[in-house]
């Protein structure tokens, strides 16, 4: 599962231009564009935004490239294979945290069980 590797302020991102690109393979973006679309108290600048952008490239979600429109800072954005897949991974991700959160609860739950089989059995009064 991809999104695994990603820390908090890459899968933010990572989202944030997934949702820009809805549904398309390249995408021309401002850095501002991203940050409107990023928790505000995540407290994001364009320094911090270019290095997250920069590690999500390394790790292969897209590539980048730097631009410049009317000297305002553009992004021209083309995901590629695990870009495209990200939405796909999330879900999986979920899907797996929620089945160990219902294993988890179902083995407390027969464990407690067990427990009050064997205390009636044995008449353990404390």
Do not use: C, W
Request: proline share 3%; net charge neutral; aromatic share 8%.
């Amino acid at each position: 599962m991809i999104n695994d590797k990603l820390n908090k302020k890459e899968d933010e991102v990572m989202n944030a231009v997934f949702t820009l690109a809805d549904g398309k393979e390249q995408i021309l973006v401002s850095p501002y564009e991203i940050i409107a679309l990023l928790p505000p108290k995540a407290d994001y600048d364009t320094e911090k935004l270019e290095g997250v952008l920069r590690a999500l490239e390394l790790d292969g979600y897209f590539e980048l490239i730097s631009s410049d429109r009317k000297g305002e800072p553009m992004y021209v954005i083309h995901l590629k294979a695990a870009g495209l897949a990200y939405k796909r991974s999330d879900i999986q991700r979920k899907r797996g945290l929620y089945i160990k959160l219902g294993i988890t609860a179902a083995t407390a739950v027969l464990s407690f069980a067990i427990g009050m089989i064997l205390k009636a059995i044995f008449g353990g009064n404390g």
